[in-house]
């Protein structure tokens, strides 16, 4: 299995009417069907802003912190990450992992050098990738 940097973009709307702005990634097959990848993990920042997406600042925050993470998560193929949603006032990075508990341990190794951040994680068994197959629909409808 050989993990790509291919992504798309699609546009959708959260239950509040909110645009988000969804990036995707592209060519998981290989991951998806391999059994290996059941649980899904998600984790949440929460930002205050008027129209529902981060600052610039905050931006490169958290483009630093998804850096940080899948370096540490995606050198050996422990989680990869499949999905960010933005907008609304939060930002979602969704990974799917073979083990939650080495991930939190990954995730708390990586940022250790950054100042707390607000970061809320939930984690689930999704062994038939549902979230990712829902999301990847959006690229199929850009695509039209």
Do not use: H
């Amino acid at each position: 299995m050989r993990l790509t940097d291919k992504w798309f973009t699609a546009l959708s709307e959260n239950e509040e009417g909110n645009i988000l702005i969804i990036t995707g990634r592209d060519d998981l097959d290989a991951f998806r069907k391999s059994g290996k990848f059941n649980n899904r993990l998600e984790i949440v920042w929460r930002y205050e802003n008027e129209r529902g997406m981060p600052s610039e600042e905050l931006s490169k925050e958290m483009e630093q912190m998804q850096e940080l993470l899948c370096k540490a998560v995606e050198s050996d193929k422990l989680a990869i990450l499949t999905g960010i949603y933005t907008g609304g006032g939060e930002r979602c990075w969704v990974f799917y992992t073979r083990t939650v508990p080495v991930f939190c341990e990954r995730l708390n190794s990586a940022l250790i050098g950054l100042p707390v951040l607000p970061l809320e994680l939930s984690a689930e068994t999704d062994s038939d990738w549902e979230e990712y197959l829902d999301m990847y629909e959006m690229k199929e409808k850009e695509d039209e």
